[in-house]
C-alpha cells in the first residue's frame, strides 16, 4: 500500500547536468550495459566518420584496438571544429563531446546526410568512457582535449602543427568499467562484421581495422558497393543471373538496391539507412518487397504463365532465393530509436517501391532467360509452400490434439509458466533416459532426438515438415514455424541445445542452430535459445574429483598436480556415459551449470556461414575445413 505521509515536493524533482542523464540511464542513448552495448559506442564514434565521408570530405578510417581495450577511431575528414561556438562560449569541440543534442547535422549546412541525427551519439560515449581524448588536425594545427567521464580536464591545447592539407578526427576513448560491468570487451569478428557492411555501403572508403591485442589487422574497400555486397553474400550459392543494380534520388532522397536471385530456399534481404543496419527493417525494406511481389506478379499475368484462375504469387514466393540489398540516403531520417534499427519514414516505402520496380521491370523484359528462371522458381516455391502449408496446419492441429500428452518422446515438467520453464533438446535415447532421471521434473522438461535432424538448409519447408524430427520439436515448442510463428505460443524460456562434446553432437548442434535460424529466428532474436556445456573430463586425483571443460583447463589442472602422484582422467565422449547425478551436477544444475546463450550478431554474416557450413556448394565447405583442420580438437578417431 502506497504512503499517504510519502513527501513529495520542489526538492524531489531532480535535474541532471551535463552527461549526467547518459550515465545515470545508458539503456536510453547505447541499448544497455552488456557487450553489444559496449561494441556500440565503437559504432557511434565511427558512424561520425562515416558522415564525413557521405559528405565527400574522407576516404578512410581507422580503427584501433589498443591492449588496454580502449578504442582509437581515426578519419582523415575536415576535423571537428575547435573554434568558439557563439551560443555557449565553449569550443565547438568541447561542445560536441559534452552536450547532448549538439551537432553540426539538424538541417545547417555541415551535412546534406547522416547516421547520427540526434546528437546523442559521441556525447553519450564521452559519458560512458572512463576517459576520452579527441585530437584534431585543421588548420595546420594539432589540437587536444582530454575528458574524464565526460568532464573536460582542461582547455584546448595546441599541441602541434602539421601540413594545412592534412585533416582529420582522432577518438581515442576507454569504456567505464563502473558502468559496463562484466567479463567482457570488444570481439574483434564482432567489429569487422560491422565495419565490412559499412565498407560494402559507403562505396571508395577504406575502412581499417587492427588489433593491437591479437595483431590482427583487416582491410576493407569495395568500388562496386553493395553490388559486391551481394556477390559476396552469393559466393557459395548458384545464382540465376547478374547481379542487377539501381540507383536513383527522388526528393533528395537516395535508393539504392542491388538484387540477384539464387537456387537457395531462403530470402537473404538487408536493409541500410545512411550506412546504418536497420537489422528490424523499416520502410525502405517493406518497399522493397512489396516491389518485388507486384513486378512478379504483373509479369507472371502478362505472359500468360499465371492464369485466370490462379491465384497471385505470395511475397513469401516471390522472394525464395532472393538475395537483395537495399540502402537509402536521407537528409532526415527517422529511427524508433537511439540505436537506429528500424527506419519509420512513410514517403521511403513509396520511392523504394517505385524505384526498385521499375528496374527490375525492366530487367524482366530485358532478360527473358532470367525473367523465366526467377518465375519458374516462384511457381516450384507456390506448389511447395502449398504442400508445406498443408503439414503444418497438420502438425499444428496434431499438436492441439495432443497438447495433453505431445510427442510420445517428451517428458514434460510440472511447471506451467512459460518464464520459469526450460526444455533440453538431447542427441539420443541413452542421453535422454540420464537427462530425464536427473532433471528437476518441477521446470525442465527432455526431448530426445533420434538421430540427426535434416539438414533445413537444402531442403524446402514442405520436406521439413515430413521430418519426424522436426515435427516433434515443433509440437513440443508450441510457436508454429516459417510464416506462422508466433513466439507467444513458446512453451519453455529457455530451449537448450544438449549434445555430446564430440562430431557427431557438434555435427546435430549445427543442424538444429541451422533450423532455428531459417525458420525460429525469432526464439534467438528475444534470447530463448541456449547451448549446454557438458564436461569434457572428470580428473580425480587423491580424494578430490574435478569436472574440467576444455582442454585448456585440464592442462592448468594437471600442471598443479605435484609429479609422480596418480591422476585419474576420464574423458566424455557422450552425455550417455554419465549417470543422472553427473549429469544434473555438470549440465543441468542452475547453480553450477554453464549455458551459452545463441546470439546473431551479424545476420549477414551468420546467413553467409550458415550457407557455406550447410549448403550444397562442396568447395567452400572443403576451404573452410582446411583452414582451421588445425585447431579441431577432441576427435574421435
Not at 575528414?77 to 549538439?102: C, N, Y
Not at 582529420?168 to 570481439?187: E, L, P
Not at 541413452?430 to 527432455?446: E, L, N, P, T, V
Request: proline share 3%.
Amino acid at each position: 500500500m502506497a504512503q499517504k505521509n510519502a513527501s513529495y515536493k520542489a526538492k524531489d524533482i531532480q535535474v541532471l547536468e551535463g552527461l549526467e542523464a547518459v550515465r545515470r540511464r545508458p539503456g536510453m542513448y547505447v541499448g544497455g550495459t552488456d557487450v553489444k552495448a559496449l561494441h556500440h559506442l565503437v559504432y557511434e564514434v565511427v558512424d561520425n566518420a562515416i558522415d564525413e565521408a557521405l559528405a565527400g570530405f574522407c576516404d578512410e578510417i581507422n580503427i584501433i584496438i589498443h591492449e588496454n581495450e580502449s578504442i582509437s577511431v581515426q578519419d582523415n575528414g575536415r576535423g571537428i571544429p575547435v573554434d568558439i561556438h557563439a551560443q555557449t562560449g565553449m569550443s565547438a569541440l568541447e561542445v560536441v563531446m559534452t552536450k547532448l543534442h549538439a551537432g553540426g547535422k539538424f538541417g545547417g549546412s555541415g551535412y546534406k546526410v547522416s547516421g547520427g541525427l540526434h546528437g546523442v551519439g559521441v556525447s553519450a560515449v564521452n559519458a560512458l568512457s572512463e576517459w576520452c581524448e579527441v585530437e584534431v588536425k585543421r588548420n595546420g594545427k594539432i589540437y587536444l582535449q582530454r575528458y574524464e567521464r565526460g568532464i573536460p580536464q582542461a582547455d584546448i591545447k595546441t599541441i602541434g602543427k602539421t601540413n594545412t592539407k592534412e585533416t582529420g578526427t582522432t577518438v581515442t576513448f576507454k569504456y567505464d568499467t563502473s558502468i559496463f560491468v562484466g567479463d567482457f570487451g570488444y570481439k574483434f569478428s564482432t567489429l569487422v562484421h560491422r565495419f565490412r557492411e559499412m565498407a560494402f555501403v559507403t562505396r571508395g572508403v577504406k575502412i581499417r581495422i587492427v588489433d593491437e591485442r591479437t595483431a590482427k589487422e583487416m582491410n576493407f574497400y569495395f568500388e562496386g558497393g553493395i553490388s559486391s555486397f551481394v556477390r559476396y553474400m552469393n559466393r557459395n550459392r548458384r545464382g540465376l543471373h547478374k547481379v542487377v543494380y539501381v540507383e536513383k534520388t527522388i526528393d533528395n532522397i537516395s535508393v539504392e538496391a542491388a538484387i540477384q536471385y539464387t537456387d537457395a530456399f531462403t530470402e537473404s534481404i538487408y536493409a541500410f539507412a545512411n550506412t546504418i543496419n536497420t537489422i528490424d527493417g523499416g520502410t525502405h525494406l517493406t518497399g522493397l518487397r512489396a516491389a518485388f511481389t507486384r513486378v512478379i506478379n504483373d509479369y507472371a499475368r502478362k505472359n500468360k504463365i499465371l492464369k485466370d484462375k490462379d491465384k497471385n504469387f505470395t511475397g513469401d514466393d516471390t522472394r525464395e532465393g532472393l538475395t537483395a540489398i537495399v540502402s537509402i540516403k536521407h537528409p532526415d531520417p527517422q529511427f524508433e530509436s537511439q540505436t537506429k534499427v528500424k527506419l519509420m519514414n512513410p514517403e521511403v516505402q513509396t520511392h523504394a517501391q517505385k524505384i526498385v520496380g521499375e528496374a527490375f521491370s525492366t530487367f524482366l523484359e530485358e532478360t527473358p532467360a532470367a525473367a523465366r528462371a526467377i518465375v519458374q522458381k516462384c511457381l516450384t516455391s507456390a506448389r511447395a509452400r502449398s504442400a508445406a502449408r498443408k503439414a503444418r496446419d497438420l502438425v499444428i492441429r496434431k499438436s492441439a490434439l495432443e497438447s495433453l500428452t505431445l510427442p510420445g518422446k517428451l517428458a514434460d515438467c510440472s511447471e506451467r509458466d512459460s518464464s520459469k520453464t526450460e526444455l533440453y533438446i538431447v542427441e539420443g535415447d541413452s542421453a535422454g533416459g540420464s537427462a530425464k532421471q536427473g532433471r528437476d521434473r518441477h521446470f525442465q522438461a527432455i526431448l530426445p532426438l533420434r538421430g540427426k535432424i535434416l539438414n533445413t538448409e537444402r531442403a524446402r519447408l514442405d520436406k521439413i515438415l515430413a521430418n519426424k524430427e522436426v515435427r516433434a520439436l515443433i509440437s513440443a515448442l508450441g510457436t508454429g514455424i516459417g510464416d506462422g510463428f508466433d513466439v507467444s505460443g513458446l512453451r519453455y524460456g529457455r530451449v537448450i541445445i544438449m549434445t555430446d562434446a564430440d562430431v557427431d553432437g557438434s555435427h546435430i548442434r549445427t543442424l538444429l542452430l541451422t533450423f532455428f535460424f531459417r525458420y525460429m529466428q525469432p526464439l534467438i532474436d528475444e534470447g530463448h535459445l541456449y547451448v549446454a556445456q557438458p564436461p569434457l573430463y572428470l580428473i580425480t586425483h587423491k580424494r578430490k574429483s574435478e569436472y574440467v571443460y576444455t582442454e585448456d583447463e585440464k592442462e592448468d589442472f594437471v600442471k598443479g598436480i605435484p609429479k609422480g602422484d596418480k591422476v585419474g582422467l576420464q574423458r566424455y565422449k557422450g552425455l550417455g556415459e554419465m549417470n543422472p547425478t553427473q549429469l544434473w551436477e555438470t549440465t543441468m544444475d542452475p547453480e553450477h551449470r554453464t549455458l551459452l546463450l545463441v546470439t546473431i550478431e551479424d545476420a549477414a554474416e551468420a546467413d553467409r556461414t550458415f550457407d557455406m557450413l550447410m549448403g550444397a556448394a562442396v568447395p567452400p565447405r572443403k576451404r573452410f575445413i582446411q583452414t582451421h583442420a588445425r585447431d579441431v580438437r577432441n576427435l574421435d578417431v
